[in-house]
């Protein structure tokens, strides 16, 4: 049984039927049309389908590189921003087709793939959980983001606009109205992360993060590049480096301060007074850069260790959450 029935659809363009033993997809109704819905160069043949459908739902990047996400992510697939709040956190939204790229964001973006007319059918739900199960968890897995970005009506207003169009706005004959939307994501909102994708335990996920995983885990330079020409990525690595120049040639003058006082001639007793003055002056920006770069260091590991013991704790709750809910499956049967 599909996840989601005919009453609740929200799309009424496909059907399911068997032809010697074999699923496949149809356009329902008398139409000439042999395309999947919402993308018309996509034919129906289940070769040309399964292959569209692997490199449009499927992120094996991601899922290959899941297993170590807690480094870096909150471990929630919950950890979700509903669309009227990414404009408040400062982002804007960047419509991608590219499902790797979906809810992955980079300073003041968020890249989101639009939900595709022929996941709204139930028809295709019950052809992808006959023929292939990992397309299956993949899509599962995408819908269910989307219970956590449109959660109130704003959301799914702004979703449904021009600007963004990340859904549909009829279902061919109907407008699809927000309690339809409701009623048919909510199937989707239920699933535990053991039906879908490993892509899919986490949710908003930093670029910046992304490529340092993709160095070490897929051999890559990065996970996707933002910057098309060199000089503006390598502009990045710029602040840091004068930083570190700044620190070290403070750090050098310092220490030639300290070595000319200590051969200058003694005898004046203004010269004197002078030289130690150079002498302790010295010293205190030697001290001075030894404690900031001290803090520095000690402020980055703070950072890592409060966000692994904050990773630490909403897996265990998870897991106890987990076993409750199996323990209350248990009792009832």
């Not at 389908?49 to 990047?61: D, G, S």
């Not at 990414?86 to 980079?106: D, K, T």
């Not at 299956?136 to 983001?145: I, K, L, S, Y």
Request: aromatic share 12%; glycine share 4%.
């Amino acid at each position: 049984m599909p996840i989601i029935n005919t009453q609740i659809e929200l799309n009424k363009d496909l059907s399911l039927v068997v032809s010697n033993g074999e699923n496949n997809l149809r356009r329902a109704g008398q139409t000439d049309l042999k395309s999947l819905p919402g993308q018309a160069r996509t034919s129906l043949d289940n070769d040309t389908l399964k292959k569209y459908l692997n490199e449009a739902l499927l992120a094996p990047n991601l899922d290959k590189m899941a297993p170590y996400f807690w480094l870096a992510f909150t471990p929630d697939h919950a950890h979700i921003s509903p669309l009227h709040l990414q404009a408040a956190r400062g982002r804007s939204v960047i419509v991608a087709e590219n499902v790797g790229l979906h809810l992955v964001w980079y300073y003041d973006r968020i890249f989101i793939k639009p939900l595709p007319a022929y996941l709204l059918s139930s028809a295709f739900w019950e052809y992808i959980e006959k023929t292939d199960i990992e397309i299956w968890q993949a899509a599962a897995g995408f819908m269910r983001t989307y219970a956590y970005l449109i959660k109130y009506e704003i959301d799914f207003r702004k979703a449904q606009s021009t600007e963004l169009g990340l859904i549909p706005t009829d279902d061919g004959e109907n407008p699809i109205t927000y309690e339809r939307y409701a009623q048919f994501i909510a199937p989707f909102a239920e699933l535990d992360n053991d039906r879908v994708r490993p892509r899919y335990h986490y949710g908003e996920m930093r670029l910046t993060r992304l490529n340092w995983f993709a160095r070490f885990l897929l051999g890559r330079w990065t996970y996707h590049r933002i910057h098309a020409q060199w000089n503006e990525y390598l502009g990045r690595f710029l602040a840091p480096f004068l930083t570190t120049f700044l620190l070290l040639s403070t750090a050098l003058s310092a220490m030639q301060v300290e070595l000319a006082v200590q051969s200058a001639p003694q005898g004046s007793g203004n010269w004197d007074a002078f030289s130690q003055m150079c002498r302790w002056v010295s010293i205190i920006i030697l001290v001075l850069i030894l404690v900031v770069s001290t803090l520095f260091i000690l402020l980055v590991l703070f950072m890592f260790i409060h966000e692994q013991t904050f990773a630490q704790k909403v897996l265990r709750d998870k897991r106890s959450k987990h076993k409750l809910k199996t323990s209350l499956k248990s009792s009832v049967v």
